[in-house]
């Protein structure tokens, strides 16, 4: 059985990301899917991601609850899991490695040039950060 973390933002993306799971769950049948939403934590960025208030926790996700909604319409049972944290890649490489996770497939805005240099990207962090493989989508 593979293990898939699916990390949503509740973007646009978000769709093509499930509707990639989907396809994804059709192939190989036997799949684990753990939907992860990473919330921001308001710490500054000197502070590490590892370190969070401990009053800090997950709020209630309407994207989640989406997600997962929109998986068991197409006959598929996930999990779902919220996490607070400073650093989204961090967050996903550590769930990834917590859930035993064999792919993680996410999403990628492709922003380019100075918007990209300056937002960075977590898509990218996660990329430079992880083991293991990562399918990405637009």
């Not at 490489?93 to 990628?108: F, K, N, Y």
């Not at 937002?119 to 996660?126: H, I, T």
Request: with cysteine.
């Amino acid at each position: 059985m593979r293990t898939l973390l699916v990390p949503i933002d509740g973007s646009d993306v978000t769709a093509a990301v499930l509707d990639r799971v989907i396809d994804l769950h059709a192939s190989l049948r036997e799949v684990e899917v753990h939907l992860l939403h990473v919330q921001p934590v308001d710490v500054p960025t000197a502070v590490s991601s590892l370190y969070v208030a401990a009053d800090t926790a997950p709020r209630p996700d309407p994207s989640l609850a989406a997600a997962l909604a929109r998986l068991a319409s197409a006959g598929l049972t996930a999990a779902g899991h919220v996490e607070v944290a400073a650093d989204a890649a961090d967050a996903i490489t550590r769930a990834a490695t917590r859930l035993g996770a064999d792919t993680i497939v996410m999403g990628t805005r492709a922003r380019s040039g100075l918007t990209s240099l300056v937002l960075g990207s977590v898509s990218q962090a996660v990329l430079q950060r992880c083991r293991l493989p990562v399918l990405l989508v637009r």
